[in-house]
């Protein structure tokens, strides 16, 4: 794990036949192409989390979860080529639907049962290339916190196990010699997926324990996005030049109270309209590779803040160690913002690093942490990984919060928690 933490739509009903017909359509694509340019993997995992404590709202202990993942690849012709993937979720904790149907948007508040990883179609042509449909985007060099990766919505059901979420959109780069210019048009909005307020991820005050907790309908944004990101690469060094204009997936909270009985507490999210203007560098040493990476945000959304999100960062390498430690910080030119959830803000002002060490070919282990640096937020894990066979890994971790209850990290500090994991990767 990296420190990348800070209503469905009309167009995503679809009939079950209509689901039913999508999944029979996946389950076969491998036997149509034979004989193609064709490639698959995927794995089945099974992690199970132990919480040593309850959290308000949540007396559960033992979470297991079960996910197993398809990914392929038909390159029509040297210059064409087809991605699609596929999930598909169980788990003991009701934080997984139970509808069996096949979800292309990513906009319900429980994770898709089944569910369109990927599904697009990428063509280039000597520097140019293109890619449309869900896919992937990331931008940004560093490695503990990303302030201009716009197009990477993450779900959040757990703050420290996540994923990335795929976007439906355009994409066009070029290259020529060291210059790269990416221009990604995204016209349906993907949100982040945010902690149920009925579980601990949600992280909420014991006092709400005597409110019933309701959230209204979600009104999605229907303006596309559009980002323009300018990367150069030089001698002993490489930076890039990033726009955005559109929404942020991470959403801020309107609230109103209801004290008729029973007393109620009403959360509607709102993802405010964002104008982002930022840039990234990264200079590799004898001793080091420093990176920095800062983002300026403007809103005009009256809930949403205006603010700079930057961090520094050291990278090296020795033998079968790796070393990433650095600084993200925060400035707030004007605060607006009452109630939201922002991961990425929530590490600002705190020092972040990772340490991992390849003890042989199968195994590792690895520690990461964040601290504030007022001290009142603390977090560490430790993993250890080994493979077995060539088919199965086993990953076991450690996870412990600390903290002030006002503070982000803090917050979740009845959620520390053990993790095992089993892997089969076919």
Not at 116 to 135: D, P
Not at 197 to 222: C, D, G, K, M, T
Not at 343 to 367: E, H, Q
Not at 393 to 406: I, K, P, Q, W, Y
Request: aromatic share 12%; glycine share 8%.
């Amino acid at each position: 794990m990296t420190f990348r933490f800070p209503p469905t739509c009309s167009r995503c009903r679809r009939s079950g036949a209509s689901a039913s017909r999508a999944a029979l359509l996946a389950a076969l694509l491998p036997g149509a192409l034979l004989g193609q340019a064709f490639t698959q993997r995927g794995f089945l995992e099974i992690r199970n989390f132990a919480y040593p404590q309850t959290a308000p709202g949540d007396s559960g202990r033992l979470v297991s979860e079960q996910l197993l993942r398809w990914e392929a690849s038909w390159r029509i012709r040297s210059s064409l080529q087809f991605n699609a993937g596929f999930d598909a979720r169980f788990d003991s904790h009701r934080q997984f639907e139970r509808a069996w149907r096949l979800d292309w948007a990513d906009r319900r508040r429980q994770r898709p049962a089944l569910s369109a990883r990927r599904l697009s179609l990428l063509a280039h042509k000597g520097g140019f290339t293109f890619e449309g449909g869900r896919q992937f985007i990331r931008w940004g060099k560093t490695d503990i916190l990303n302030p201009t990766d716009r197009f990477a919505p993450k779900d959040f059901l757990n703050v420290l196990a996540t994923d990335f979420l795929g976007v439906t959109a355009v994409r066009g780069t070029y290259e020529r010699g060291g210059d790269t210019l990416d221009f990604v048009v995204q016209p349906l909005f993907t949100p982040s997926r945010t902690p149920l307020l009925n579980q601990r991820w949600a992280a909420l005050p014991e006092e709400a324990s005597q409110f019933r907790l309701l959230e209204a309908p979600v009104q999605y944004p229907r303006r596309a996005a559009a980002g323009l990101r300018w990367n150069h690469l030089g001698d002993g060094y490489e930076f890039s030049l990033s726009f955005y204009d559109g929404y942020n997936h991470l959403p801020v909270y309107a609230a109103s109270v209801t004290l008729l009985p029973p007393p109620s507490i009403v959360f509607q999210r709102i993802h405010p309209q964002m104008r982002m203007y930022g840039g990234d560098v990264a200079v590799p040493t004898r001793w080091l590779t420093l990176k920095g990476e800062a983002a300026y945000f403007t809103s005009s959304t009256p809930l949403a803040d205006n603010y700079v999100l930057y961090v520094i960062q050291a990278e090296r390498q020795r033998g079968e160690w790796l070393f990433v430690g650095g600084y993200a910080g925060e400035s707030v030119t004007e605060r607006r913002v009452q109630i939201d959830f922002a991961p990425d803000r929530g590490l600002a002002k705190t020092f972040l690093g990772r340490a991992s060490y390849n003890i042989d070919t199968n195994r590792s282990i690895a520690v990461e942490g964040a601290v504030r640096q007022n001290g009142k937020g603390v977090y560490t894990k430790l993993e250890y990984t080994q493979a077995v066979g060539a088919h199965w890994r086993v990953t076991a971790a450690a996870n412990l919060l600390r903290g002030a209850r006002e503070d982000f990290l803090g917050q979740y500090r009845r959620n520390s928690n053990l993790l095992l994991a089993l892997r089969y990767s076919f």
